[in-house]
């Protein structure tokens, strides 16, 4: 029954009997009430690749979630920060990478005591979740609020991924805190200043469907050559805006400052991969001291840059060429490859 998604908004303990053992891949709860009498046959449903759960959850979550489990979505969702916490436990004893997916949910905090103090089984979550090793767990998050992040603060989560700029607004403020992280995915749109520190496990930072100005992106650049080891920057879709600053008479110095900086910056642990990129972009990189240049289109190589990139390794390049190769290749390289090259 892999092909079958089964949606279940009312149902009784003779439908989740039914259902028990069957290998559906794709599993949706419409209430709290399904939820709470799937519960049983849950784990027997060892085909169960994705579950997606609306609702009201308090307490802790206590469903049994079968092994071949790859994604969980709350959507629609509003739950205390104990039920959250012990979802990610749930999880994390899977031992294997599952994506949890925050759609719109809205997370209450837990009833403090008399005293003022948070209830003792509260503090006994936070202790077990920073316990978890949650490295092969990947977050999705779409609506936010700062609870959640406190719930998320040094955590070993291994993927973030942020689909707006309030979030990452947000998360800028744990960021640091993550200490497993090697993955950070960003959409959105974004001025002013970026991130000025970063998880230091950090290894691909991608920008994915992006608007952002041009001195958010360089300060992201040098603040990724802080890393002290190799990084991959995925720019995917982005799109340079100037920002407000840029109007100002004043803007010429600012970026001119940007532009010194980013030049100076050692930027040879980092691997550059372009897709659908502008002009405006490549200038950034121009100078830039980059080691390693992946181009997923013919559309985004610029044949003005690449050979001002003075300490640039390898390239890498895809898409579809014809005519003469005008290549202008830096005397730093040592490879250039071709993979699904049509020339």
Request: proline share 2%.
């Amino acid at each position: 029954m892999k092909h079958i998604a089964l949606f279940v908004h009312d149902g009784n303990s003779d439908l989740y009997n039914l259902v028990r053992c069957i290998s559906i891949e794709k599993l949706l709860l419409g209430s709290t009430a399904c939820v709470s009498l799937a519960s049983e046959i849950l784990h027997t449903l060892n085909k169960l690749k994705q579950l997606f759960l609306m609702g009201t959850y308090t307490g802790r979550c206590d469903l049994k979630l079968p092994a071949s489990l790859k994604c969980i979505r709350l959507d629609k969702v509003e739950c205390s920060s104990d039920w959250l916490c012990s979802v990610l436990i749930t999880i994390c004893s899977l031992g294997q990478p599952v994506e949890l997916q925050l759609g719109n949910v809205v997370l209450q905090s837990s009833k403090e005591t008399h005293s003022g103090e948070p209830p003792a089984h509260v503090s006994d979550l936070r202790s077990e979740i920073l316990s978890c090793d949650m490295s092969n767990i990947m977050i999705i998050v779409k609506y936010c609020s700062k609870e959640l992040f406190d719930i998320l603060r040094d955590t070993s989560i291994g993927i973030l991924e942020l689909e707006i700029a309030d979030c990452v607004s947000l998360a800028s403020e744990i960021m640091f805190t993550l200490s497993k992280q090697t993955h950070l995915i960003l959409s959105g749109t974004y001025t002013g200043r970026s991130f000025r520190k970063l998880p230091a496990l950090l290894t691909c930072f991608c920008l994915k469907k992006v608007e952002c100005s041009y001195e958010w992106l360089c300060i992201l650049l040098i603040t990724l050559s802080l890393l002290t080891h190799p990084v991959t920057c995925v720019l995917w879709d982005v799109v340079l805006q100037p920002s407000e600053e840029t109007r100002e008479d004043d803007s010429h110095l600012h970026v001119s400052d940007l532009r010194s900086e980013i030049l100076s910056c050692d930027l040879s642990n980092i691997t550059i991969l372009m897709n659908n990129v502008s002009k405006e972009l490549l200038e950034i990189l121009r100078h830039a001291s980059i080691g390693i240049l992946d181009i997923r289109t013919a559309e985004s190589l610029s044949s003005d840059i690449v050979h001002t990139l003075n300490k640039l390794k390898q390239i890498y390049l895809r898409g579809t060429y014809t005519g003469r190769c005008d290549l202008r290749l830096p005397a730093s390289l040592q490879c250039i490859s071709l993979q699904k090259v049509e020339c």
